[in-house]
């Protein structure tokens, strides 16, 4: 993976935990844990996804929607924990 790559991969990370963090009112990590929560969402998307055939499609557009969902997964279990 290049520098490019990560760089991409870290931006897409922030914006996904970023939105998360709106959807999932109330529950934001902040900045370093926004992208920590958008890009281990990102992974959980990836691995669940295919799983279940669900695909969006191909492109950064697309790559921040899986995150978003992914890292919003990773929100509401982490929530019901804390309630827990």
Do not use: C, D, Y
Request: hydrophobic share 65%; charged share 5%.
């Amino acid at each position: 993976m290049g520098t490019e790559s990560l760089l991409v991969f870290i931006i897409i990370g922030a914006i996904a935990g970023w939105l998360a963090g709106l959807i999932v009112k109330g529950f934001g990590l902040g900045l370093i844990g926004n992208i920590v929560v958008g890009i281990v969402g990102a992974l959980i998307a990836g691995l669940l996804f295919p799983r279940l055939g669900f695909a969006i499609g191909g492109g950064i557009l697309a790559s921040i929607i899986h995150a978003t969902i992914g890292a919003v997964i990773l929100l509401v279990l982490i929530k019901l924990v804390k309630q827990a």
